[in-house]
């Protein structure tokens, strides 16, 4: 493994660093409560990586078993116990433990503790995951669309279940 080819080519840097408050309010809520906080974009970290906080309720929630052809997608547990499907079995995972699935792992992630919790969700590359969320967020409100709008959208953002 080796360092990438340098991608700034100044001589003495420049001030370019993003700060979000901890205080700041989610980007998206979810009619169920759930909340997301895009901290960095692909469109922001221009398409290295997405990075985004991930807020459940204590309601039963998260996508069951799928896998994506062209992002990995990591998971670190910041409160409360999520079930990470690993590809073999779902696992209970708690603060500070860590999951990270390449291109192609089969995974899923569930709240079916009855409390809250929370998770840094990361996505390499810096796919469009914002348009993915908003979706969902909308499809829970104004229904689900028909299937073969559905297969396109989960086509599009690169969701294939199992």
């Known amino acids: 493994m080796t360092y ?10 420049e001030v370019s660093a993003t700060f979000r408050p901890a205080g700041h ?41 799928h896998f994506h052809r062209s992002l990995s997608e990591s998971f670190f547990i910041l409160s409360g116990t999520v079930k990470i499907f690993n590809g073999d079995r779902w696992i209970d995972t708690v603060p500070g433990d860590f999951v990270h699935v390449p291109e192609g792992g089969i995974h899923g992630f569930r709240n079916e503790s009855g409390e809250p919790a929370s998770m840094l969700l990361h ?19 104004s229904g689900r669309p028909g299937e ?9 953002h690169d969701n294939h279940w199992l």
Do not use: C, I
């Open 4 to 13: 990438p080819e340098p991608s700034y080519f100044g001589d003495k840097g």
């Open 25 to 65: 309010e989610p980007d998206l809520t979810y009619q169920s409560g759930n909340t997301v906080d895009y901290l960095a974009t692909g469109a922001s970290t221009g398409g290295k990586f997405g990075l985004y906080r991930w807020n459940m309720g204590p309601e039963p929630s998260g996508p069951g078993p």
């Open 123 to 141: 996505f390499s590359p810096g796919a469009p995951r914002e348009g993915y969320f908003e979706g969902l967020a909308e499809f829970a409100v």
């Open 148 to 156: 073969e709008e559905l297969a396109e959208f989960f086509l599009r």
